[in-house]
């Protein structure tokens, strides 16, 4: 999708390339933690490093977009912050929900009730579902 930066991954120094049957492979990669934005809350910084912490998701995929940054948009909401569940974890997606949810709540983010919202496509296929917390 067009939020997803290739700039998270850069060749890993740690290993050189190594060749298998006289033909090079691939430099591994090293993937790197984005960290938030500097103009994001320090609420959001806290959202963040429990994040990262997390079980359930996967801390690379860990993206913020600016909802504002374009002038021409009314964006209703000045951060969207999208996240994907770890690989092993695809069926966990109610949990992750609901802890993210529970974080929300005590780290006092928001003051408003927080809407959930998804779909239930993990017995046709796990890749297709998908939840949403406003």
Known sequence: PWFVQ???????TDQPSSTIGGSPTATPLLLLLSPPPS???????SLYQNLIRSPFFDKY?????????NKGHKALTNWVILVNLSQDQE?????ATESTHYLISSLGLI????RVE??????SSPAAA?????
């Open 6 to 12: 290739d700039k998270n991954l850069i060749p890993s």
């Open 130 to 134: 998908w939840s949403f917390i406003d």
């Open 118 to 123: 998804g779909n239930n496509q993990l017995a």
């Open 91 to 95: 069926n966990s997606i109610r949990g």
């Open 39 to 45: 103009n994001v809350s320090d609420n959001l910084r």
């Open 61 to 69: 995929s860990i993206t913020f977009i600016d909802a504002k940054l």
């Open 111 to 114: 003051d408003e009730p927080i």
